[in-house]
């Protein structure tokens, strides 16, 4: 009963550097999402997706960019890491009507020196 | 756009007592879901309970209750006998009925009240 996975857990990256945040999840969830929590802030939307082939943005999609090819998988790209993207991400999954709100996933915490 | 907000940034309770943390939402929809998460040091987010709208009886699982009131769109969340286990971060979260390949059923959260409990 995995729910849903991110890899890795911590990672520093350099200005300028490229990197993709994993996210699996095994419960056949339809709605998958990517967050962000900045220190003693809430979490922000990033991008979500209702589908595989679908995705869109969030509140915050700038600087990043995901892809849905299946199912289980919801990976987010940071093309040219930034200061500002230094965060904890947050992965997350539901079925579209699900009462329970949202499976989280352990979170990345990065750091962009 | 709808809007959470939690005015406590933090908030203290002694060990065994009780404490109510503060939410407030803004929607112009009839229909929606209202959350509480625990975030404890080890950055999990844990579902502590859940409200849905249409229903008047204030949700309760165990030491955790709430105050739902729609017209004053306020869900407040109690915690009594409170334990050393309860300090953590708590996010209050509202969620629209999603449609089907729509933008709706989205989560927003608040800033989230950090409880500190004192043995």
């Known amino acids: 009963n995995a729910g849903v996975t991110q890899t890795p857990k911590f990672r520093i990256l350099k200005i300028g550097q490229s990197m993709t945040l994993q996210c699996t999840q095994d419960?056949?969830?339809?709605?998958m999402y990517w967050y962000r929590q900045d220190p003693g802030m809430g979490l922000k939307l990033i991008y979500y997706?209702?589908?595989?082939?679908?995705?869109d943005k969030g509140e915050v999609p700038n600087g990043y960019n995901v892809s849905r090819s299946t199912t289980e998988d919801f990976p987010l790209r940071l093309e040219l890491a930034a200061p500002s993207q230094t965060s904890v991400y947050f992965c997350?999954?539901?079925?579209?009507?699900?009462?329970?709100?949202?499976?989280f996933g352990s979170g990345t915490r990065l750091t962009v020196v | 756009a709808q809007t959470v907000t939690q005015s406590q940034p933090e908030m203290s309770v002694q060990e065994a007592e009780t404490v109510t943390l503060s939410c407030t939402y803004d929607?112009?929809?009839?229909?929606?879901?209202l959350f509480w998460y625990k975030q404890p040091p080890s950055r999990q987010m844990i579902l502590v309970i859940r409200?849905?709208?249409?229903?008047?009886q204030n949700a309760t699982e165990n030491r955790f209750s709430v105050n739902f009131q729609k017209a004053a769109k306020s869900f407040s969340l109690k915690i009594s006998d409170s334990q050393l286990g309860d300090a953590a971060m708590y996010f209050c979260?509202?969620?629209?009925?999603?449609?089907?390949?729509?933008?709706?059923?989205?989560?927003?959260f608040g800033k989230g009240t950090k409880l500190s409990v004192k043995p």
């Open positions: 997350a999954s539901s079925y579209p009507g699900q009462v329970n709100g949202y499976t």
């Open positions: 419960m056949n969830h339809n709605y």
């Open positions: 997706s209702v589908g595989a082939g679908i995705t």
């Open positions: 929607t112009s929809e009839s229909d929606y879901y």
């Open positions: 409200q849905e709208a249409y229903k008047q």
């Open positions: 979260a509202y969620r629209t009925l999603p449609n089907y390949g729509g933008s709706q059923g989205n989560l927003i």
